[in-house]
């Protein structure tokens, strides 16, 4: 896998002249491209009516799902905010899949509202929901099967399903559809999402034949058909260059079979959608950040102008982003350096023992991978505050589409406030 940038370390440079470091960089075309790829393939294998809901968590800026809407996405939410930004693009209805869990009446209201699709993450929801919104349009569940052997299952992410909270076994699902026909809903989804960052298309398939078969059981125990069945998100990326791309078509040409297979059109022929979120986002976003230190002690300490405040997965998982160095890209004499972001926190690290060009204070390294699950995850402990994003596209040059946070941000929500000066430079 080889990591470039979708601009000229010159374009670079002149974009930092005018956004100063750090700030997350996504490309347009990177973005649009990939989303065209995957409708264009599913399409090709003749995998039904396939639609991607984007999952909104993965890069919640408007501008972004603006243009996936554009690419013929619809959305896929988790929370009010994820609701409102999908509002804010013009959304509703169907376009709006509303997947939540632990969910508060006051998120469902608002997804009523909108006409979201809601996906049941429990059977003691459904009765409350019907009970305080009536019936929805459409009655989906989201499907457990607990003990599940996959090979190669990235559980580090999101868990083995028996130890997962989302989700529901199947007798739970029998008996939330029959709720939901009893209610009057005559049009119905099924949802299960296993898998994150899974690279393997065969772990894919493997999720695909468990929630047919659950969805062929569903229909004949309770006597229903179903519109749509949604595998979830969970298409991985290559993080490290010794990881390949996934393989799409292999995918979707074993998805049509399984679709065959299962005969689904004798239960009500469903279109097949999938909420990606790190497949369409992930390879387009840049951290771009500046060397601010560099500490020589048991070890080669590189202090970066950001912190785990701007991308949290290798804090949280031990999960790699590769790197580079703007001018220093080819150097082949590195040194063993450790890449830290400034936070009172040890585990403040991008990178450990990582082998880096020799750095200077000053120098541009761009932290690769970052567009989905990035800049989001962020938070604000020790006063470190989330830095700008940025869109690039090739027509029309750089624009922000999310300004840095500042400390009238942080102290916002304070009920009291003293004076304090902070000498600006
Ligand atoms: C319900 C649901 N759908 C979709 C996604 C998107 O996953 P990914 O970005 O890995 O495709 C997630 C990720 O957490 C999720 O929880």
Request: include cysteine; charge should be negative; aromatic fraction near 8%.
């Amino acid at each position: 896998m080889e990591y470039a940038l979708p601009v000229l370390d010159d374009q670079l440079k002149a974009i930092i002249t005018e956004h100063p470091t750090p700030f997350h960089l996504y490309d347009e075309r990177g973005i649009r491209d990939r989303a065209r790829l995957l409708q264009r393939t599913m399409s090709e294998a003749g995998v039904p009516r396939f639609q991607n809901y984007f999952a909104v968590k993965a890069l919640p800026n408007p501008e972004i799902l603006k243009l996936l809407v554009q690419e013929g996405m619809g959305a896929d939410c988790s929370s009010l905010a994820e609701l409102a930004i999908a509002e804010m693009c013009g959304l509703s209805g169907e376009q709006i899949m509303f997947s939540s869990n632990d969910t508060a009446l006051d998120e469902f209201g608002y997804a009523s509202s909108l006409g979201a699709i809601i996906n049941f993450d429990d059977l003691s929801m459904v009765q409350p929901y019907i009970n305080s919104f009536g019936a929805p349009e459409v009655g989906c569940c989201r499907f457990n099967p607990g003990d599940i052997e996959f090979g190669g299952v990235n559980v580090d992410i999101i868990g083995n399903p028996r130890e997962a909270k989302y989700g529901m076994p199947l007798d739970d699902m029998i008996a939330a559809y029959k709720q939901l026909k009893e209610a009057g809903v005559t049009r119905f989804g099924i949802h299960t999402m296993l898998l994150s960052n899974e690279l393997d298309w065969r772990n894919h398939e493997e999720i695909a034949d468990a929630l047919f078969g659950a969805a062929t059981a569903i229909a004949r125990e309770v006597g229903i058909n179903f519109e749509f069945i949604n595998l979830g998100g969970g298409i991985g990326v290559p993080y490290r260059p010794t990881e390949h791309e996934f393989d799409l078509r292999g995918f979707a040409t074993a998805l049509k079979k399984l679709y065959d297979a299962h005969d689904l059109e004798h239960i009500g022929s469903p279109r097949i959608v999938m909420e990606n979120g790190r497949y369409i986002t992930a390879d387009s976003g840049y951290l771009v950040t500046t060397v601010a230190n560099i500490k020589r002690t048991h070890k080669v300490y590189v202090g970066l102008d950001a912190s785990m405040s701007d991308l949290m997965r290798p804090a949280l998982y031990g999960a790699y982003h590769h790197m580079s160095v703007l001018g220093k890209q080819h150097d082949t004499d590195l040194e063993e350096v450790d890449v830290t972001g400034s936070l009172c926190e040890n585990n403040d690290k991008f990178a450990i023992d990582r082998m880096l060009p020799h750095l200077e204070v000053g120098d541009v390294l761009v932290i690769h991978t970052t567009g989905a699950h990035g800049h989001t995850m962020g938070f604000q402990y020790n006063g470190k505050l989330r830095h700008a994003e940025l869109l690039f596209d090739p027509g029309g040059g750089v624009r922000m589409i999310r300004r840095a946070e500042t400390l009238e941000d942080y102290f916002a929500t304070l009920t009291q406030k003293g004076n304090y000066h902070v000498p600006t430079n």
